[in-house]
């Protein structure tokens, strides 16, 4: 992990970046921890909720919406919706959302891909106030 700059400050804030593509994972992971969040890091649905469920403090999920293998991201969001309801979630993907999409609302956001770093952090920030 890099130090932060005296300018920045550590934020109270954990998000789970659940992303298969390890370029598009390291470089949203290293930028959040730039301005300050504690990132921690999942390649698919199943191991996002395996960090959930053994007790990690996670205060957002920012979530990739087409993984490869079983669940994706619209299916970790409906778990997330039964089991954690008011944790917020952020899902991103190249693709449009889809019309039945949960991600409506104060707690599920969507952002295209490819998505501006800084703009996500504003959201982010936003969702967690």
């Known amino acids: 992990m890099s130090p932060l700059r005296q300018d920045e400050k550590q934020l109270d804030a954990t998000i789970l970046l659940v992303e298969d ?3 598009t994972r390291w470089s949203a992971a290293e930028y959040l921890r730039h301005v300050g969040f504690k ?3 999942a390649v698919n649905a199943t191991e996002a909720v395996g960090l959930i469920n053994c007790g990690a403090r996670i ?3 920012f979530t990739d919406i087409m993984m490869p293998g079983g669940d994706d991201g619209y299916a970790l969001a409906s778990w997330l919706e039964k089991h954690r309801p008011r944790l917020p979630v952020v899902l991103t993907s190249s693709a449009p959302k889809s019309a039945d999409a949960p991600v409506d609302g104060p707690l599920r956001r969507f952002v295209p891909k490819p998505y501006d770093l800084a703009t996500l952090e504003q959201l982010l ?5």
């Open 21 to 23: 593509h390890f370029i």
């Open 39 to 41: 990132v921690v890091e």
């Open 59 to 61: 205060d957002l999920v």
């Open 125 to 129: 920030k936003a969702m967690l106030s």
